[in-house]
C-alpha cells in the first residue's frame, strides 16, 4: 500500500520498498537550466545524471503537450550537441556515424541525435524518407515521448553544429510558439537570395533533406513568400545551396 507523508509543504510518496520519490521534475525548465549552465561554461554533469536516471515514464507524465516535449526535446539536443562536439570535436569527421551513434543517456536508455530528431520531433519519420515516409516499426521510446504533431519549423531550431545550422536558443513551453515563428523568420532570411532579375532564389538545403516536411516545393515557394523573401511564390526557381558543415560551436541567440 503507497502511504502520503508530509515533509513541510512537500508531498511525498512512500512506495512499497520503503524508499521515497523525488519530487517531480520540471523537465522543460530542467533541459532549459542544461543550456544556460552550458552557455555560462559550468559543469552539467549533475543535470546528465539526472536526465540519465529519470524514466520514460516519468517523462511522459511531466511533458503532457507538444510546447513541453517541443522545448525540452530541442534544449537537450542542443545541449548535447556542445557537450560532446566540445569535448571530442574529432567525432564531427564522421557525421553520419556522429548523428546515428546511440551516445545520449536519457531515461535509462542510450538514443542518438537522430532519435531525437527523426523520432521524437518529427513524429517517427524515417530519416532518408525526404519528409515523405514514417518508420514501419518506431521503438517504445518514440512511441511513448514523441510529439502529437509535426511542426517544420523545428528544422530551424535545431542546432548540428556545423556554420549554417541555426543557432542555440532557450525554448520555454509558454513562448516557444512565438520562438519558432521568430526563429525560422530570422534563419530563412540569412540563408534565403532572392534574383529577381531571373526569378532564382537559393535557399538552405534543410528544404531540399526534408522537402515533405515543407508541402514539397510548392510548399517552400508558399512559405519563402509569407515571409516577404520572394515577391510570388509563382514561377519562382527554387535552387538549394551547398551545405557549410564547418564546426562552429556556441552560436547563441536570444529569442
Known amino acids: 500500500m503507497v502511504s502520503v507523508l508530509l515533509f513541510g509543504c512537500h508531498e511525498v510518496k512512500e512506495v512499497r520498498s520503503g524508499h521515497f520519490s523525488s519530487p517531480q521534475t520540471d523537465f522543460a525548465e530542467l533541459s532549459m537550466e542544461f543550456l544556460q549552465q552550458i552557455k555560462a561554461g559550468k559543469d552539467t554533469q549533475s543535470i546528465q545524471d539526472r536526465l540519465a536516471k529519470t524514466s520514460i515514464v516519468s517523462l511522459k507524465n511531466n511533458l503532457k503537450t507538444d510546447a513541453q516535449r517541443f522545448a525540452f526535446w530541442i534544449n537537450v539536443y542542443n545541449a548535447y550537441i556542445l557537450v560532446i562536439l566540445r569535448e571530442h570535436p574529432e567525432y564531427y569527421d564522421d557525421r553520419s ?3 546515428s551513434r546511440e551516445q545520449i543517456p536519457i531515461a535509462g536508455e542510450k538514443v542518438s541525435f537522430a532519435t531525437i530528431e527523426h523520432g521524437i520531433l518529427r513524429r517517427s519519420q524515417w530519416d532518408k524518407g525526404l519528409g515523405y515516409v514514417r518508420k514501419w516499426f518506431p521503438s517504445k521510446f ?3 515521448l514523441r510529439v502529437e504533431k509535426k511542426d517544420y519549423r523545428v528544422h530551424f531550431a535545431l ?3 556545423a556554420k549554417d545550422c541555426p543557432p542555440v536558443a532557450l525554448y520555454t ?10 526563429g525560422t523568420d530570422l534563419y530563412l532570411r540569412r540563408t534565403t537570395e532572392y534574383d529577381a532579375s531571373q526569378n532564382k532564389v537559393k535557399v538552405t538545403a534543410l528544404f531540399s533533406w526534408f522537402r515533405g516536411d515543407f508541402g514539397g516545393k510548392s510548399g517552400v515557394k508558399k512559405l519563402l513568400e509569407s515571409h516577404d523573401l520572394v515577391p510570388s511564390a ?15 560551436l556556441d552560436n547563441f541567440i536570444e529569442l
Do not use: A, M, S
Open 142 to 144: 518514440e512511441r511513448k
Open 173 to 182: 513551453p509558454e513562448r516557444i510558439e512565438g520562438q519558432l515563428t521568430k
Open 234 to 248: 509563382k514561377k519562382v526557381k527554387l535552387h538549394y545551396k551547398n551545405y557549410d558543415w564547418t564546426l562552429d
Open 97 to 99: 556515424d556522429f548523428f
Open 159 to 161: 542546432n548540428c553544429g
